[in-house]
């Protein structure tokens, strides 16, 4: 029922996730963009366009995603990651920035902001904790990767406070998973 191809969708004159790596070309603290994909044929556009905007690609397994991130991690030699969906082109690079400047100074394995509108927050990720994941988990589709780090209680999690109560919308849906979803994105964009 979700929208196909939906990293495809033009939103003005470029694609979803074109307006995603240019916004992440804005966190100017990051050392590598990297997009991790699978080894689908299906992801070659994605690919090409990861190619064309001069960003890092991985690919990887196609259902595990915890596996693909922690391989990608390794492979650009990373010990932390700002972990961003391609399809949240409004992710708030403010608090990425934020989160990331935690994530280096403290011990959490997980940091998220979810009193953010849905689809502006992203998570910072201490690469060890993915391979303690690898570790414990019994199946291999691991697309809901954040229950790992939640309901085993083998990590430290920290929820950023949002301080700013005019940031807090947190039934709000920026992201897009559905036509409606874009036709919504599209509106904001052209307004903006």
Do not use: M
């Not at 191809?5 to 050392?31: M, P, Q, T």
């Not at 390794?74 to 400047?101: G, Q, R, V, W």
């Not at 011990?107 to 990720?125: K, Q, S, V």
């Not at 920026?174 to 903006?192: A, N, P, Q, S």
């Amino acid at each position: 029922k979700r929208l196909p191809n939906k990293l495809l969708k033009k939103i003005g004159k470029k694609s979803v996730l074109e307006h995603s790596i240019d916004r992440a070309k804005k966190i100017k603290i990051i050392k590598n963009i990297i997009l991790c994909t699978s080894k689908l044929k299906q992801d070659d556009k994605i690919t090409q366009i990861a190619k064309k905007k001069k960003i890092d690609v991985y690919r990887g397994h196609q259902i595990d995603v915890v596996e693909r991130i922690y391989y990608a991690s390794l492979n650009y030699e990373l010990s932390h990651i700002l972990y961003i969906t391609a399809d949240n082109p409004f992710f708030d690079i403010f608090y990425a920035k934020k989160i990331l400047k935690k994530l280096i100074k403290n011990n959490f394995d997980l940091i998220r902001a979810f009193n953010l509108p849905y689809g502006t927050f992203c998570y910072g990720i201490k690469v060890s904790s993915l391979k303690k994941i690898l570790e414990i988990k019994a199946i291999r589709e691991s697309t809901n990767w954040e229950r790992y780090f939640t309901e085993t209680g083998l990590f430290n999690v920290h929820d950023l406070k949002i301080k700013n109560k005019n940031h807090r919308w947190s039934r709000l849906r920026l992201t897009l998973d559905y036509l409606e979803d874009l036709r919504f994105l599209r509106l904001i964009f052209k307004k903006l």
